[in-house]
């Protein structure tokens, strides 16, 4: 699929980038429908293994909605907009692979919330993360009032969602918020290193880990061990397993075929 306001680069790690450096890669309605077909598009490709999400120029990862695009919609149009947002931001949570955001620049309203509803995020010393929606009275709803507290907790996570302060990658770092803080030039090389890691490894083992984790830590701890049992299960009828298994007795790296 050819796409106007993201790139998407595919192979055994898939790239998506928002591509409207112009805009500061504010969501459009054209990109969040974009972001959606091209989660999905890397979510039935076998020969990927996990993602990435990032950005285009080096200013901004996405700074939230396009309010100017907004600006001259009705009430109606922006309620179905909101429809196909919400959509997008759920489509990153929920794709099934690791996907990791490289944050390039600013991170702001939904843009925080897409890093947030990504595994972890590596940043440029240049990113700054905020939601800042009170300051036009609404909320984070793109996930934000419900990712932001359980990355940092809940009693931080509402006074930054009550203030609407910005923070810098170094103070996102401290908060537990990213992972790794690198020099801007340096961002995306090392994002590959971490994800070549992470792709050495059986690609049905990374999404069942990912569903472990993810489902386990919203249970009960007995409930959230037979989940965990149920995931090995899966994993363990796999031809990818057995291949595992294999070259562990034969000492050598194994190929792994996502089957």
Do not use: W
């Not at 972001?35 to 200013?59: I, M, P, S």
């Not at 695009?69 to 009430?75: A, C, L, P, S, V």
């Not at 069942?208 to 049992?229: P, S, V």
């Not at 090995?232 to 050598?252: I, M, P, Q």
């Amino acid at each position: 699929m050819n796409y106007e306001t993201i790139k998407v680069e595919r192979g055994q790690i898939g790239i998506i980038f928002f591509n409207r450096p112009q805009a500061l890669n504010a969501l459009s309605t054209q990109m969040a429908r974009e972001l959606v077909a091209a989660l999905e598009e890397l979510e039935l490709d076998d020969q990927v293994f996990a993602a990435v999400l990032t950005a285009e120029g080096d200013r901004a990862f996405c700074v939230g909605a396009d309010l100017k695009e907004r600006k001259n919609m009705t009430k109606a149009e922006v309620k179905k907009q909101r429809t196909l947002f919400i959509k997008a931001f759920e489509a990153v949570v929920m794709f099934p692979k690791p996907l990791v955001a490289a944050v390039n620049g600013y991170a702001l309203g939904g843009g925080c919330e897409f890093a947030l509803g990504c595994d972890f995020i590596i940043a440029s010393e240049k990113a700054f993360f905020g939601l800042p929606e009170v300051s036009l009275a609404v909320i984070p709803a793109g996930g934000g009032t419900q990712l932001l507290p359980r990355v940092i907790g809940r009693a931080k996570a509402k006074e930054l969602i009550f203030t609407g302060r910005r923070i810098s990658a170094a103070e996102a770092y401290r908060l537990g918020m990213v992972n790794y803080v690198v020099p801007a030039e340096n961002l995306m090389a090392r994002t590959m290193e971490i994800m070549q890691e992470i792709v050495q490894n059986g690609p049905i083992a990374l999404q069942q880990a990912k569903r472990a984790i993810n489902l386990g830590l919203e249970l009960d701890l007995h409930t959230a061990f037979a989940l965990e049992a149920e995931c090995y299960n899966v994993c363990l009828a796999t031809e990818d397993r057995d291949e595992g298994l294999r070259a562990f007795n034969e000492k050598r790296k194994p190929v792994y075929r996502n089957r």
